[in-house]
């Protein structure tokens, strides 16, 4: 019986997995069937076969005009670019999937990128001089979005038009100087995953209120927060499967955990636990819940 728990749990987690990430996985399978372009030159050979492109020197300061001949391009990555600003032209690349912008100079997006109705995963981080309000007025006609990456963005709140992106499921604010998880965020129906990660600032106790009402969140990632406490009410948020917690200042674990009937998995990795609590804990939370207590 044993066995086939654990066996049912290891499953379980690599199908929630694979749901998560399945845009990116796929992405990257196909790239290692299809022809993989690192420079415009290459590319411009057979136009029509471009699919998958990186340009990511940091000596690119301007997108090339020819980038715009590649109509059938699906994954382009312009990460790691000096690039400052993105021209009205990538509204044409109709059939992009995937988008990466994450630390270059830009700070607005240009309003025909809300023309990209294929978009299902965006990367946004590293952008220090991104302007949030103007950002999402474009990112709101996004109705393909399913991951949104906004990492060290000097974000403390998000505009309530987020919830226009009825498809979101997994978005990464990690890095930001959030002190209470955005209100916006229980708008999104289909919200699974969520990152909060590198935020000394957050206020736990506060956010719980908000975080219970996102009915379909179900895997919570609160890493390296500095946190102190975990709050007994974080009972309310029934649906959650997977929680991490790793890397922060927690001594103890509330007992209302054992009321969370769908958690599955807690990480709480690289607090300083007593050895003394964290036998307690295996005793009292396995096997429903496997435990990752790492080298605490």
């Known amino acids: 019986m044993k066995k086939r728990k654990i066996k049912g749990f ?4 690599l199908i929630l997995l694979s749901v998560l990430l399945v845009l990116l996985t796929s992405l990257k399978a196909e790239a290692q069937m299809l022809r993989r372009f690192m420079n415009i030159e290459e590319a411009l050979e057979k136009p029509k076969e471009v699919k998958w492109l990186e340009l990511t ?4 300061v301007k997108i090339p005009e020819d980038l ?3 109509k059938n391009l699906e994954y382009l990555d312009l990460s790691n670019s000096s690039i400052s600003i993105l021209p009205e032209q990538i509204g044409e690349l109709t059939q992009l999937r ?3 912008l994450s630390n270059t100079r830009l700070r607005y997006l240009p309003y025909s990128l809300s023309n990209l109705n294929k978009l299902a995963t965006l990367q946004l981080s590293n952008l220090e001089n991104l302007d949030i309000e103007s950002t999402f007025n474009v990112l709101q006609s996004l109705t393909s979005l399913e991951v949104l990456e906004l990492k060290f963005d000097g974000i403390k ?7 226009e992106l009825r498809k979101l499921r997994v978005i990464d604010l990690s890095g930001n100087p959030i002190r209470t998880v955005p209100d916006a965020l229980r708008y999104l129906p289909g919200l699974e995953v969520l990152y909060i990660n590198d935020d000394s600032n957050l206020d ?13 969140l179900k895997e919570l990632h609160l890493e390296n927060d500095n946190l102190e406490i975990l709050p007994e009410k974080i009972s309310r948020m029934q649906g959650l499967e997977y929680l991490y917690v790793n890397n922060n200042r927690l001594q103890n674990m509330p007992t209302a955990l054992s009321k969370m009937k769908k958690l599955k998995y807690l990480d709480i990795n690289k607090n300083p636990i007593p050895n003394i609590y964290l036998e307690q804990y295996r005793n009292e939370l396995a096997p ?3 435990l990752n207590i790492g080298n605490n």
Do not use: A, C, H, W
Request: hydrophobic fraction near 45%; aromatic fraction near 10%.
């Open 288 to 290: 429903s819940i496997k």
């Open 10 to 13: 290891v499953i379980g987690y």
């Open 204 to 216: 736990l106790e506060s956010s719980v209120d908000i975080l219970s009402e996102i009915m379909s």
């Open 157 to 163: 709140s998000l505009p309530v038009s987020i919830k």
């Open 57 to 60: 020197q940091d000596t690119l």
């Open 68 to 70: 715009f001949r590649f």
């Open 98 to 100: 995937y988008l990466n």
